[in-house]
């Protein structure tokens, strides 16, 4: 148990629809990463927040956008959805210390687009 | 793009070490090797890092080259519960910049009873 919990656990939505993703950290982390996952593929990095503000991004389009609030907590908004973003959404709390620096993930959210 | 290169599959027998090789022969002085597994339907697990040293910890152990081209991460008495995708990842880690962990495609450990 890594203390980091996602929810839904699963989801189905429709091509064009819009869908929101949420993360509890683990507690005393400050930062969170979303990836997601295609099946037979590792983690593709989205994008990170550090303290309420985004600290990096991956090769996402800007349909993707996420959120971190003052508990630390996180959201991934995923817009106009395509059937390509049909995937394993998983989130990752970490303390940022400049060093050293492990991640911890929940289990994810398998999210299907019809 | 990831910066490491591992064998897609590997299997290894229940009860002997399991010796997963990675290279990463365009590593930097100041970037660190990380080993994560993901057992499936789980998110990555962190394993173990190292610069340059080997490293040990409960899970496994870190052998790096000396001029750092390549590791091996070893688990010294597989288990089934060991059966997992290993991802090898290679970051910098400074006072004042993090790279983010980014993920190839690991290798897939098959543990055989």
């Known amino acids: 148990e890594t203390g980091v919990t996602q929810s839904p656990t699963h989801l189905i939505k429709t091509r064009g629809q819009q869908v929101t993703l949420r993360c509890s950290s683990q507690?005393?982390?400050?930062?969170v990463s979303w990836y997601q996952q295609a099946l037979g593929q590792g983690p593709q990095f989205i994008f990170q927040?550090?303290?309420?503000?985004?600290?990096g991004r991956g090769n996402f389009p800007p349909r993707f956008s996420g959120l971190q609030f003052p508990n630390y907590s996180s959201e991934l908004n995923v817009n106009a959805l395509e059937l390509d973003d049909s995937a394993l959404y998983l989130c990752?709390?970490?303390?940022?210390?400049?060093?050293?620096?492990?991640?911890?993930f929940g289990s994810g959210t398998q999210l299907s687009v019809l | 793009d990831a910066k490491t290169t591992q064998p897609t599959s590997m299997d290894c027998a229940e009860g002997r070490a399991a010796n997963l090789p990675c290279n990463h022969s365009?590593?930097?002085?100041?970037?660190?090797v990380y080993w994560y597994r993901q057992i499936h339907s789980q998110g990555p697990q962190y394993i173990i890092h190292?610069?340059?040293n080997n490293e040990t910890n409960e899970m496994a152990s870190l052998i790096i080259t000396e001029d750092r081209k390549s590791s091996t991460l070893i688990l010294p008495h597989a288990t089934l519960r060991d059966t997992a995708v290993y991802y090898c990842?290679?970051?910098?880690?400074?006072?004042?910049?993090?790279?983010?962990?980014?993920f190839g495609k690991g290798t897939r450990l098959h543990i055989l009873p």
């Open positions: 507690s005393g982390h400050n930062t």
């Open positions: 190292g610069l340059k």
């Open positions: 990842i290679v970051r910098v880690e400074e006072t004042n910049r993090d790279d983010k962990i980014i």
């Open positions: 990752a709390s970490s303390i940022h210390t400049g060093g050293n620096e492990k991640l911890f």
């Open positions: 927040y550090y303290r309420e503000e985004e600290n």
């Open positions: 365009t590593i930097s002085g100041n970037e660190y």
